[in-house]
């Protein structure tokens, strides 16, 4: 069975930063691209940044460009994301998910809340 | 990578169909055969439930289908079922290894 597990999230001051992390089992980590897409409280579902199985692709979305870095150790199976000067606005859920550009399935994780607020 | 525009919410009774509409642009919907339907229940992770615009994964029941006309992708879901109540949400790929969801649409069933 496929399985995700985020952690990571916290409470942070704006401008400061958190590491997310993605645990993955059930399936080889290493043969398949991953995403964070992101959830504000109360609001829609908004993607948030790509890596291809082996890392050389690597994709964001404007509104974390520059601040945010996805990577993944797929000796740990592990995805990660950096978030750097982190500002009201990325207050949301973080998802994990395992989906690419032609997928038939897609698996997600329960999610970790990040809360930006001083 | 404007989000994807979809109906704030749709009702139906148990036993109707409701559709549930997804306008993109021609970057995103009118360009690939690649939109994708979650279903979500509050405080839960999004549910995978059709892909490539008309695909149902395994498991997912067949009251659930997809199509796409221009720039505009459509999720149909008959039969309605009490379960079915969720917020519904859109998602198409934007060209290089980009997304793009919808807004979101909460279905009632009455």
């Known amino acids: 069975e496929v399985q995700l597990v985020e952690s990571g999230g916290d409470l942070v001051q704006p401008g400061g930063s958190l590491r997310l992390s993605c645990a993955a089992s059930?399936?080889?980590?290493?043969?398949?691209?991953m995403n964070w897409v992101r959830q504000a409280p109360g609001k829609g579902l908004e993607w948030v940044s790509y890596i291809s199985s082996s890392s050389d692709t690597i994709s964001y979305a404007d509104s974390v460009k520059g601040r945010f870095t996805i990577s993944r150790d797929n000796a740990k199976n592990s995805l990660y994301l950096q978030m750097n000067s982190l500002r009201d606005e990325d207050t949301a859920v973080y998802y994990c998910?395992?989906?690419?550009?032609?997928?038939?399935?897609?698996?997600w994780g329960q999610g970790t809340l990040v809360t930006v607020s001083s | 990578q404007s989000a994807l525009t979809q109906p704030a919410s749709v009702s139906g009774s148990p036993g109707q169909s409701i559709t549930i509409s997804c306008t993109g642009t021609?970057?995103?919907?009118?360009?690939?055969?690649?939109v994708s339907w979650y279903q979500q229940h509050p405080g839960k992770a999004p549910k995978f439930m059709i892909y490539?615009?008309?695909k149902r994964p395994s498991g997912v029941s067949d009251r659930f289908s997809g199509s796409k006309s221009g720039n505009t992708a459509s999720l149909t879901i008959s039969g309605l079922q009490a379960e079915d109540e969720a917020d519904y949400y859109c998602c198409s790929y934007a060209g290089n290894t980009t997304w793009v969801f919808g807004g979101g649409t909460k279905l009632t069933v009455l």
């Open positions: 490539e615009g008309n």
């Open positions: 059930g399936f080889t980590f290493s043969s398949y691209s």
């Open positions: 021609s970057s995103d919907v009118g360009s690939y055969n690649l």
């Open positions: 998910a395992r989906f690419g550009v032609y997928s038939s399935s897609s698996h």
